[in-house]
């Protein structure tokens, strides 16, 4: 335990690569979505899959693993009852009850400097099954 303690509480440095394909996503929308994952090994965040312009949500949900944690950026895109074409990024804290404890509490330290460095996040959701991020959640935050 007090490995996973020293880990986590000097935290992670988060990849040039992380942050241009979150502005490739906000700005260009080139991406759909982002899955980030922490490397133990060189203590860095980096980039696990980019999900492209034609996939959804459900692409994103089905590439989050059962069993180990993830950080994940979704852009959804949505019309309002103005007619309005809107898009609002969300921020996923993906840690699954079947995840190892050292994990749970690497990504749940590590996440703040994350969310510092993308920059134009609108909403955050934390997430233990895929019940707590259903597509209907996604569309009620958002609007």
């Not at 942050?19 to 203590?43: A, G, L, P, Q």
């Not at 330290?109 to 233990?128: C, D, F, N, P």
């Given at each position: ?15 040039d ?16 979505y ?14 696990d ?5 034609g ?22 895109d ?66």
């Amino acid at each position: 335990m007090a490995m996973a303690f020293k880990m986590a509480t000097t935290g992670m440095r988060v990849t040039d690569e992380c942050t241009s394909s979150f502005m490739e996503m906000k700005w260009k929308k080139v991406h759909r979505y982002i899955v980030f994952k922490i490397d133990e090994k060189s203590r860095k965040v980096t980039v696990d899959k980019v999900g492209g312009a034609g996939e959804n949500y459900h692409d994103l949900t089905a590439s989050l693993p059962v069993d180990d944690c993830r950080y994940a950026v979704f852009d959804f895109d949505f019309v309002t009852v103005d007619n309005c074409r809107k898009s609002k990024i969300f921020f996923i804290s993906w840690s699954p009850e079947a995840s190892r404890i050292r994990a749970k509490i690497l990504y749940a330290t590590s996440k703040a400097g994350l969310r510092r460095v993308l920059e134009g996040i609108h909403y955050e959701l934390q997430a233990t099954d895929p019940t707590e991020m259903g597509f209907d959640i996604i569309q009620d935050r958002a609007k």
